[in-house]
T-cell receptor, first 113, second 116 residues
Framework: GENVEQHPSTLSVQEGDSAVIKCTYSDSASNYFPWYKQELGKGPQLIID?????GEKKDQRIAVTLNKTAKHFSLHITETQPEDSAVYFCAASGPGGNEKLTFGTGTRLTIIP | GAGVSQSPSNKVTEKGKDVELRCDPI?????LYWYRQSLGQGLEFLIYFQGNSAPDKSGLPSDRFSAERTGGSVSTLTIQRTQQEDSAVYLCASSLAMAGMNTEAFFGQGTRLTVV
């Protein structure tokens, strides 16, 4: 089955700087890669996702890049703000019969004011 | 409309007792997931329901764990003879998964289970 690895497990950045979180996946058939943000006491919420037919996607301060050949994808947050502090999870899933989401182990991001 | 609803939000139970956790997915969502999250840890996959297909139970940690999804809607996760290591937050998610096309999974707030 799919295996997703995520790094780093913790990340601290100064407010205004950029943060990058990286994930690798094992199943070359995977074609959907969402990123979730989890705040304390809440369920994870989708912040951005990318499909395998696209190499990069942006939404304001958040971007995701995908390298299918290397089987890795990354989350980039620019101009970080205190409200970006949370735990971030990457995930991967595949087509027909393998749609279940497999999550990485999470990254605790702390923005230092 | 309403999001994914889980009940109870908190459950304290004595070791050895059975518990049932409920998930009401978003109406019309064909896919439903259960995950377990221990304190400060990641999301451990438990079980996945997709339409009328046989559920993927590969993540259930032992035969004390079981889940049902009645009528393609509400799901119940049952833990029999609870142990202290079962203490965790149990998260349910649903999505409008279509053949060959994955879509956003929406999570509930979770049920915090404490076994004493």
């Amino acid at each position: 089955g799919e295996n997703v690895e995520q790094h780093p497990s913790t990340l601290s950045v100064q407010e205004g700087d950029s943060a990058v979180i990286k994930c690798t996946y094992s199943d070359s058939a995977s074609n959907y890669f969402p990123w979730y943000k989890q705040e304390l006491g809440k369920g994870p919420q989708l912040i951005i996702d990318i499909r395998s037919n696209v190499g990069e996607k942006k939404d304001q301060r958040i971007a995701v890049t995908l390298n299918k050949t290397a089987k890795h994808f990354s989350l980039h947050i620019t101009e970080t703000q205190p409200e970006d502090s949370a735990v971030y999870f990457c995930a991967a899933s595949g087509p027909g019969g393998n749609e279940k989401l497999t999550f990485g182990t999470g990254t605790r991001l702390t923005i230092i004011p | 409309g309403a999001g994914v609803s889980q009940s109870p939000s908190n459950k304290v139970t004595e070791k050895g007792k059975d518990v049932e956790l409920r998930c009401d997915p978003i109406s019309g969502h064909t896919a439903l997931y259960w995950y377990r999250q221990s304190l400060g840890q990641g999301l451990e996959f438990l079980i996945y329901f997709q339409g009328n297909s046989a559920p993927d139970k590969s993540g259930l940690p032992s035969d004390r764990f079981s889940a049902e999804r009645t009528g393609g809607s509400v799901s119940t996760l049952t833990i029999q003879r609870t142990q202290q290591e079962d203490s965790a937050v149990y998260l349910c998610a649903s999505s409008l998964a279509m053949a060959g096309m994955n879509t956003e999974a929406f999570f509930g707030q979770g049920t915090r289970l404490t076994v004493v």
